[in-house]
């Protein structure tokens, strides 16, 4: 499976960004998806993920600002973003793997190439 993540952007503290995450070549539903993203200088960091039947998660960091959704029809994950920050600044990106979700980037062995999201203040 290829994924490709885009929406990420420049925007103002407090606003909002959709990330979409599109799959080609199988179906999302036949996967766990993830998101991560990896601030300059820092680690990848788990942010959530969606799983079939509609079951998501979302870290502690970003509960209450972050939601994911997804779109079997279009076989798209969505990343919705609200009350950004400055230290949300990171590329995002999303990946896919069968089974279980988990939180660790290294189970999972298809990415997406990324999507930058500047937060300024």
């Known amino acids: 499976v290829q994924l490709q993540a885009s929406g990420g952007g420049l925007v103002q503290a407090g606003g909002s960004l959709r990330l979409s995450c599109t799959a080609s070549?199988?179906?999302?539903?036949?996967?766990?998806v993830g998101w991560f993203r990896q601030a300059p200088g820092k680690e990848r960091e788990f942010v959530g993920y969606a799983w079939s039947g509609g079951t998501t998660y979302r870290t502690t960091s970003v509960k209450g600002r972050f939601t994911i959704s997804s779109d079997n029809a279009k076989n798209t994950v969505y990343l919705q973003m609200n009350d950004l920050k400055p230290e949300d600044t990171a590329v995002y990106y999303c990946?896919?793997?069968?089974?279980?979700?988990?939180?660790?980037?290294?189970?999972?062995?298809?990415w997406g190439q990324g999507t930058l999201v500047t937060v300024s203040s």
């Open positions: 070549g199988r179906p999302f539903s036949e996967f766990a």
């Open positions: 990946a896919a793997d069968y089974g279980v979700p988990q939180r660790s980037a290294t189970n999972y062995q298809f």
